[in-house]
């Protein structure tokens, strides 16, 4: 699945790594970044981490993450 993450509708609250430590981690000031490349925006995760990936994303309360389900 194709996640985007919106560093500037986060809020720094850190569910998403509690919910999906293999994906996500946090800038100095605690805003949303990709765990393995601080600067993508966009990235496709893996099937075996797509439970994490959504339970991140279903508690992310502004938003800042967003997923798309690739077509196969």
Do not use: H, N, W
């Amino acid at each position: 699945m194709l996640t985007k993450i919106i560093p500037e509708k986060c809020i720094a609250c850190g569910l998403c790594q509690l919910k999906a430590p293999d994906i996500f981690d946090y800038t100095a000031d605690g805003i949303v970044i990709f765990q393995e490349d601080d600067q993508l925006l966009e990235k496709t995760i893996p099937s075996e981490l797509e439970a994490q990936c959504l339970a991140a994303y279903k508690k992310c309360p502004t938003r800042a993450i967003i997923i798309e389900k690739l077509q196969k």
